[in-house]
């Protein structure tokens, strides 16, 4: 057996130092080396060639040098290409081995000592995060090698250094033995991607410490103790504490919670180092079976979150992480696992601060060995276990004084094996205070939870149902957020919210991973796999998260903010009471104030607040509504009300929405067809027919013109472009209907008109609509009845033959000029719905051009429907158009510049070209979302089956200065 060169070795690394404790608060002077530095890519890992290494080398004069930015990944600047798989390896799978082409980055950066560094102690080299094996050198001198991508390594270099000419080099091989080890569905994206730091240890430094600040609910009081080799002080002013190491204090304090992130400024001093903390006060255990903070039971309301930032990958800038936990506050989520590897440090100091409970999570995943039968697992085979425990030590050394943290996670899909355990032994024995998760059976010895993904509604219900056993249930993901979607986040809630021992759960994921490209002529879209060139990858399987790349809130998470509100509203809106629950695990409602408003037909016309009683956690008010506003205008009518932050919070403004309720007051009065007294018959002219204020073709009855409105092509339609959940998982083929509807042909249905009459009261077209090569259709009926002013369509449809398959949509499609691209309409907004995601959908009077009515998912696929329109007017410029008005039931609005047929065909944003049409979409029916692009799909009541339909609409007419 041959030595194994370093890249190739299952252990851990060399010559490293022990981990410790993050310290960002140390006042011991620090050296951040980031920068421009010298840089050389090489297609393998050149082990005979270190010359790069030595003092005296000159990359200006030496072939192939370049320079890079650190912490940053090569291939996002320039060097190489990044590449994307989900699970499969991108090379062969022969552990510990790696390919010849191992692209390999030589980095070289040449440094100063500041002039009043220290002379005392010792200094240490820093590493935060390095993709993936790293070798590193000091003035010449071999340190060592390190394997672990996204946890720290230090080396002690006090020894070598130099007050000038200081020259480090670093070697990263982008494939390593750690490569098998780090399978996350992502980007694999090389490089010093995380900060690197000379950091001084002077003489009697804290070598490292834990704070150990316990919470008992029972009397509160804060348990407080904190463990370091040296002996050392802590002293917490707010509190008058002046504590050794080592000693225990009880004593009142303010706990911490996720919602109630209090944190008591504290420093730690060795008299040689002094180390500013910030305390938060709270204790996790698992009791019957119920995971309990400060002895209550916590729903998790989370998100995997994965470290990307669009231009820069996963070296993530502290603003970027600010705004990411911002926006989650902001849509009510209170919970992060840390797919699948620890964040950077900094990120858990934010969570800290803002208040979210954190799944820390080991960087940790094997999943490519599912293609091989799981055949060589390194969980389950000996020779890997140092590097398995080397990690979970190095995850819990660096974070273990971060309150928000309150549960371990060993890694992500590595099946099962014996280093799993491990881990799970060095874990609990180091910290017995924080319960361990891994994704696995509910008898799993190496989780306290038990822990499953993508489960179907129906079985969180079963177990559920069965009641709590000795592991609290959680989804550690569900609800795949992949472009439309997910749905039916409203049933997992609901079922959370019922059963105790069943937590909550974090939506996958909660960022597009989309990178920034430009089209030849200049147009920008986001890449995914498969754009860089990559012989094997899994397309835009890597973007579906919450948020585009560029973090703008996609309708998923404005739905999940939705459902998860930690308020809910309800009430009778004729009998004006409304019930304010609170549903926080532990805060009060004191933060909060309660709006209202009363609309009549959309419109506000009046709102002022309501008096919000003491509501604690759990709790309940009942509370009455004012006497609705006098007004002469008659309609539907509604109250909206609102729970708002009652003042500024770190997070968002005063005024900022948590949650909110929409009681219907007066009804919609029930839209009849117009009087038949009013109404006009057909009249022919040449070969057109006027009916109203609409002209026909008299041949094949197609409305041609309504008002000044040209109008092409209107008919029953059925397809939609199929969304990432309606395509279904890629590895489970037929798990979304997007492939039984191309397979039936719902993208190419063909329409025969059967029989144009006219009779005195109006005109009716009868078609059938059918796919090519099938005996199954849909007889559609257009019965057109019109007064001067109003046209009136009723559509019947009546399937002929069993059809297995739902249907995608079931409406009528209409082309406009593209002139008319202004859309006002009175229905749910603003944002898109569909029938199993529209909780957001708030009913009021809404305005957007067509362009803004579109979502741009990264994959572009069916958006942007708007449910429960009453009457929409699309109008140009000059204010003139076309209204349309529901009939019996309230329609489903969509508008864009392309056909779904146009809109299927797009691989990205910028393949979607406007040609010089509005195409409009009146839809009677919607196909749910579902989320079966990796979990379950559509609930069978969110299906659009086929069945007899009867559905209506009114036109008319808008002139220019109506406006
Ligand atoms: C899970 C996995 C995630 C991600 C997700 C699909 O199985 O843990 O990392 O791949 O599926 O997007």
């Not at 069965?466 to 569900?478: N, Q, S």
């Not at 005063?654 to 117009?674: D, N, R, S």
């Not at 009087?675 to 026909?696: M, Y």
């Not at 279904?728 to 329409?751: D, E, F, N, V």
Request: hydrophobic residues 35%.
């Amino acid at each position: 057996m041959r030595n194994p060169v370093y890249y190739e070795d299952v252990s851990p690394g060399h010559g490293t130092l022990q981990p410790r404790s993050w310290t960002a608060g140390s006042d011991a002077r620090r050296l951040d080396l980031s920068g421009e530095w010298d840089f050389r890519l090489s297609p393998t890992a050149r082990p005979d060639d270190e010359a790069f290494t030595e003092d005296g080398f000159d990359p200006a004069a030496a072939p192939g040098w370049r320079s890079v930015r650190v912490p940053g990944h090569w291939v996002l600047q320039g060097h190489g290409e990044p590449a994307y798989t989900n699970t499969r390896y991108p090379f062969p799978v022969d552990p510990p081995r790696v390919p010849d082409e191992n692209p390999t980055g030589d980095h070289r950066h040449v440094f100063d000592l500041p002039a009043d560094w220290p002379g005392d102690g010792e200094v240490v080299l820093r590493f935060e995060g390095v993709e993936s094996c790293a070798r590193v050198w000091l003035n010449g001198r071999v340190l060592g090698d390190f394997q672990g991508s996204r946890l720290p390594h230090e080396f002690a270099v006090g020894g070598l250094l130099r007050p000038h000419g200081n020259v480090l080099a670093v070697r990263v091989h982008q494939w390593s033995a750690g490569s098998y080890l780090e399978d996350q569905d992502m980007w694999w994206l090389p490089g010093i991607f995380r900060e690197v730091t000379l950091q001084h240890r002077p003489e009697g430094a804290l070598d490292d410490f834990w704070v150990h600040a316990g919470y008992d609910h029972t009397d509160g009081s804060g348990l407080l103790r904190v463990d370091c080799p040296q002996r050392a002080r802590l002293t917490v002013p707010e509190l008058g504490v002046d504590l050794a190491s080592g000693e225990d204090l009880r004593l009142p304090v303010e706990p911490w919670t996720a919602e109630t992130p209090r944190l008591y400024d504290a420093v730690l001093s060795t008299g040689s180092e002094a180390v500013s903390l910030r305390i938060g006060f709270r204790t996790v255990t698992v009791e019957d079976g119920v995971l309990r903070v400060n002895g209550g039971r916590v729903l998790f309301r989370g998100v995997n979150r994965h470290e990307f930032h669009p231009e820069t990958g996963r070296t993530v800038d502290a603003e970027t992480m600010r705004r990411d936990l911002v926006l989650m506050k902001r849509h009510n989520i209170n919970a992060v696992r840390t797919s699948h590897y620890p964040p950077h440090p900094a990120f858990l100091d934010l969570c800290d601060e803002l208040g979210l409970w954190v799944i820390d999570e080991c960087d940790l995943e094997t999943h490519g060995f599912t293609h091989v039968d799981w055949r060589g697992n390194p969980v389950d085979d000996e020779r890997w276990t140092p590097a398995l425990v080397d990690r979970a030590r190095r995850m819990v050394e660096r974070d273990k004084n971060h309150p928000s943290i309150v549960v371990w996670s060993l890694g992500n899909e590595c099946g099962s094996g014996k280093g799993l355990g491990e881990m799970a032994r060095w874990i609990r024995d180091r910290d017995p205070s924080r319960p361990l998760h891994y994704e696995n059976d509910p008898d799993y010895p190496d989780s306290d939870l038990h822990s499953m993904m993508y489960a179907r509604q129906s079985k969180v219900d079963e177990i559920g149902r069965a009641g709590a056993t000795r592991k609290p249930f959680i989804l550690c993901e569900y609800a795949h957020a992949m472009g439309n979607g997910p749905g039916g986040l409203t049933e997992y809630q609901r079922l959370f919210e019922k059963y105790e021992h069943c937590q909550g759960g974090f939506v996958w994921e909660w960022t597009d991973h989309g990178l920034p490209r430009r089209t030849a002529d200049g147009r920008d879209f986001f890449a995914y796999g498969g754009d860089f060139g990559e012989p094997v990858h899994d397309g835009n399987f890597v973007c579906d998260g919450l948020v585009f790349p560029d973090r703008t809130p996609s309708p998923g998470l404005v739905e999940y903010k939705k459902v998860v509100e930690p308020v809910r509203i309800t009430g009778d809106g004729t009998a004006r009471t409304v019930r304010v629950r609170n549903l926080h695990d532990f805060a009060d409602l004191s933060a909060l104030a309660l709006e209202w408003s009363y609309e009549v037909e959309g419109e506000p016309l009046g709102g002022g607040r309501l008096p919000l009683p003491h509501v604690p956690a759990g709790g309940h008010a009942d509370l009455e509504l004012p006497a609705p506003p006098r007004t002469d205008v008659a309609g539907e009518a509604q109250w909206t009300v609102r729970a708002v932050l009652a003042g500024d919070t770190a997070w968002a403004p005063e005024g900022h929405c948590v949650a909110w309720a929409q009681l219907p007051a007066v009804p919609a009065a029930p839209t009849t067809a117009p009087a038949s007294g009013a109404q006009v018959a057909p009249r022919r002219d040449g070969s057109s027919l006027t009916l109203g204020p609409a002209s026909f073709d008299a041949v094949t009855g197609a409305l041609t013109r309504l008002g000044a409105v040209p109008v092409e092509g209107l008919r029953l339609d059925v397809w939609r472009a199929p969304t990432d959940n309606d395509e279904g998982a890629p590895w489970k083929p037929g798990s979304g209907p997007g492939t039984a509807w191309r397979r039936l042909g719902l993208h190419r249905m063909r329409h025969r008109v059967d029989a144009v009459e006219c009779d005195d009261a109006g005109l009716t077209v009868r078609t059938r609509v059918a796919p090519a090569a099938s005996d199954l259709a849909l007889r559609a009926v257009y019965r057109w009845t019109a007064t001067d002013e109003l046209l009136r369509l009723d559509v019947s449809v009546d399937p002929e033959g069993t059809w297995e398959v739902p249907l995608p949509r079931l409406g009528v499609r209409l082309a406009l000029p593209g002139a008319y691209d202004r859309v006002r309409w009175f229905g749910g907004g603003p944002g898109e719905a569909y029938p199993d995601t529209r909780a957001a959908s708030l009913v009021g009077r809404w305005e957007e051009s067509v362009d803004g009515l579109q979502t741009p998912y990264v994959r572009p696929q069916e958006n942007g429907a708007r449910a429960d329109v009453r009457w929409a007017r699309l109008t140009d410029a000059a204010g003139g158009g076309l209204r349309v008005a529901a009939g019996t039931a309230y329609f489903w609005l969509t508008a864009r510049r392309w056909t779904s047929e146009h809109l299927d065909a797009a691989a990205h944003t910028t393949d979607l070209v406007p040609d010089d049409r509005v195409y409009v979409n009146l839809d009677h029916g919607q196909h749910g979302i579902g989320s079966a692009s990796c979990g379950p799909g559509v609930l069978q009541r969110h299906k659009l089956m086929v069945s007899t339909a009867r559905f209506g609409f009114t036109f008319s007419a808008v002139a220019g200065d109506e406006g």
